[in-house]
């Protein structure tokens, strides 16, 4: 598929008019207007995740960019998830059912800051053992420093009533798996 971050297909482009080629996954890609396009810097947070490929990377997310709504995003961003910062280097394309789109060229993830968006993003799933109540209780007890604690000192997880030292360091080494696959 063609994979818009990268520029780069793996597989062979099927073409299906002047400017177009289909992915594997059937949707077409106008790859001249990609290229084309004047390149628009857009940053904020992850609201959400409306879908994620996984064989191929290929998102749609909202991102919150500190207006009314959250703007959408579509691209090559794999792995991405609620609370995480984002900066992507695109385009504004209308898509013909959605409307008004970004598709990102180049996207790059950032660790979610400030309690709201680490409890975002812990509370998505993204890291093995952790849910919403887990979130909940380890801001409540380490705020900001929650990601901290769980990348480096996991057993003190354990200061969470019920929490096993068992399930603190597989906690800590999920969350550092996941920040391995950044």
């Known amino acids: 598929d063609f994979c818009k971050s ?13 400017g177009f080629y289909k ?7 106008e790859v001249r207007s990609l290229e084309q396009r004047e390149m628009t810097n857009l940053e904020g947070t992850v609201d959400s995740v409306v879908y994620q490929n996984e064989e191929n990377g290929y998102t749609v997310l909202r991102l919150d960019v500190g207006e009314e709504e959250p703007v959408t995003v579509v691209g090559c961003i794999p792995g991405v998830a609620p609370g995480e910062s984002l900066s992507a280097q ?9 409307g008004q789109q970004f598709t990102a060229e180049v996207a790059r993830r950032g660790m979610p800051t400030g309690e709201k968006a680490i409890f975002d993003y812990l509370a998505s799933g993204v890291v093995r053992g952790i ?17 901290a604690v769980l990348e480096h000192e996991p057993q003190r997880l354990t200061e969470i009533k019920g929490l096993t030292p068992k399930r603190a360091e597989a906690m800590g080494e999920a969350f550092r798996l996941q920040m391995g696959m950044r």
């Open 6 to 18: 990268k520029r780069e297909w793996s597989g062979s482009p099927v073409p299906v008019g002047k």
């Open 23 to 29: 992915c594997k996954s059937g949707r077409k890609s």
């Open 90 to 98: 695109g385009g504004w394309t209308h898509h013909a059912t959605y």
């Open 131 to 147: 849910g919403i109540s887990t979130a909940r209780k380890m801001l409540d007890l380490f705020g900001e420093e929650t990601l």
